[in-house]
T-cell receptor, first 115, second 113 residues
């Protein structure tokens, strides 16, 4: 199993450009998450999904969009990139059922710089 | 005040020392997670616990639900333990059927040979 994979690893964007961060997991996990990590701060939840077709906002959703058309994929879309979106982005997944929750598995991260 | 507070922020230890990292939280939780972030940036889950104590190799995690406090201990520390250790509290939201983590800022551990 590859686990959770993210592409790209690094990206530099100009202000106002758009891009999609890709996230794929091969563990048949139903829950998926997008986090951002800024220097000196804890990870913050951007969006999450509890299954295909179901997504919801986290703590810091402004400037981002997500979709979940399949169990495996959970892309994060940045529209009109701003310098405040410079960060390291992590995708994570976990399996939950019948009210029981499990540990999250993290992707390797995408380092994004907006200039 | 942050929901999750970790101490210390930075910790330097000599190889072989016993290490303790503390985590306090201020809300009701479903479980507490300890994660390790490697110098290269990757994050792995170490423990998920809702009561008592768990042990994996040289790592031990404990939680006191009444005091809203958890500790991560590393016995016989080694330079390869150098990493950032992150505490996170998990809460379930029955209406949304979701489970979300709130993270501490992390403790940077350096173990010197």
């Amino acid at each position: 199993n590859a686990g959770v994979t993210q592409t790209p690893k690094f990206r530099i964007l100009k202000i106002g450009q758009s891009m999609t961060l890709q996230c794929t997991q091969d563990m048949n996990h139903n829950y998926m998450y997008w986090y951002r990590q800024d220097p000196g701060m804890g990870l913050k939840l951007i969006y999450y999904s509890v299954g295909a077709g179901i997504t919801d906002k986290g703590e810091v959703p402004n400037g981002y969009n997500v979709s979940r058309s399949t169990t495996e994929d959970f892309p994060l879309r940045l529209e009109l990139a701003a310098p405040s979106q410079t960060s390291v982005y992590f995708c994570a997944s976990s399996y939950s059922a019948s009210g029981r929750y499990n540990e999250q598995f993290f992707g390797p991260g995408t380092r994004l710089t907006v200039l | 005040k942050n929901e999750v507070e970790q101490s210390p922020q930075n910790l330097t230890a000599q190889e072989g020392e016993f290490i303790t990292i503390n985590c306090s939280y201020s809300v009701g939780i479903s479980a507490l997670h300890w994660l390790q972030q490697h110098p290269g940036g990757g994050i792995v889950s170490l423990f998920m616990l809702s009561s008592g104590k768990k042990k994996h190799g040289r790592l031990i995690a404990t939680i006191n639900i009444q005091e809203k406090h958890s500790s991560l201990h590393i016995t016989a520390s080694h330079p390869r333990d150098s990493a950032v250790y992150i505490c996170a509290v998990g809460k379930s939201y029955s209406g949304a059927g979701s489970y979300q983590l709130t993270f501490g800022k992390g403790t940077k551990l350096s173990v010197i040979p």
